[in-house]
T-cell receptor, first 112, second 111 residues
Framework: NAGVTQTPKFRILKIGQSMTLQCTQD?????MYWYRQDPGMGLKLIYY???????DKGEVPNGYNVSRSTTEDFPLRLELAAPSQTSVYFC???????????FGPGTRLTVT | QKEVEQNSGPLSVPEGAIASLNCTYS??????FFWYRQYSGKSPELIMFIYSNGDKEDGRFTAQLNKASQYVSLLIRDSQPSDSATYLC???????????FGKGTRLHILP
């Protein structure tokens, strides 16, 4: 099992550009999450999904969108990149609500 | 009171000693508690979870839970330089069944 995979590992965007961060898990987990982590600020939940076709906002959803068409994939879309979106983004999955989460390797995004 | 609180550190511990990491939480009804280790530039890695009051041991790691005091801790025995990392406490909040992460404690094991 590869677990949770994310692409790309690194990306530099110009202000106003768009991009999609990819996340795939092969553990057949229903629950998937997107977090951002800023230095000294901990993990902040952006969006989450409880299954294919179902998504909901987390703590910091503004500027992002998600979709969940399959159990395996949970892409995160940035439509108009802003410098405030410079961060490290982690995708995670879990087999049950409130259960232990398994993280992907992360995407380091810089917006200039 | 913050939902999940940890001392940011750094906590410096001599090699071979016991490292003690602490976490408090605000939701009295919380039932599930997790410890993650995060090396610099890497993703969080689950190392322990605990659901019941008392101690849970796994190798050199022991998680301790005291629900009455709303306190969970992680002990690392025989600390090694490879244990130097940031340790994140995570708590499943009873009110909405969501996991909240603390900001983490930086642990530095001195050779």
């Amino acid at each position: 099992n590869a677990g949770v995979t994310q692409t790309p590992k690194f990306r530099i965007l110009k202000i106003g550009q768009s991009m999609t961060l990819q996340c795939t898990q092969d553990m057949n987990h229903n629950y998937m999450y997107w977090y951002r982590q800023d230095p000294g600020m901990g993990l902040k939940l952006i969006y989450y999904s409880v299954g294919a076709g179902i998504t909901d906002k987390g703590e910091v959803p503004n500027g992002y969108n998600v979709s969940r068409s399959t159990t395996e994939d949970f892409p995160l879309r940035l439509e108009l990149a802003a410098p405030s979106q410079t961060s490290v983004y982690f995708c995670a999955s879990s087999s049950r609500t409130g259960g232990e989460q398994y993280f992907g390797p992360g995407t380091r995004l810089t917006v200039t | 009171q913050k939902e999940v609180e940890q001392n940011s550190g750094p906590l410096s511990v001599p090699e071979g000693a016991i490292a003690s990491l602490n976490c408090t939480y605000s939701d009295r009804g919380s039932q599930s508690f997790f410890w993650y280790r995060q090396y610099s530039g890497k993703s969080p890695e689950l190392i322990m979870f605990i659901y019941s009051n008392g101690d849970k041991e796994d190798g050199r790691f022991t998680a301790q839970l005291n629900k009455a005091s709303q306190y969970v801790s992680l002990l690392i025995r025989d600390s090694q330089p490879s244990d130097s990392a940031t340790y994140l406490c995570a708590v499943n909040m009873f009110r909405d069944d969501k996991i909240i992460f603390g900001k983490g404690t930086r642990l530095h094991i001195l050779p």
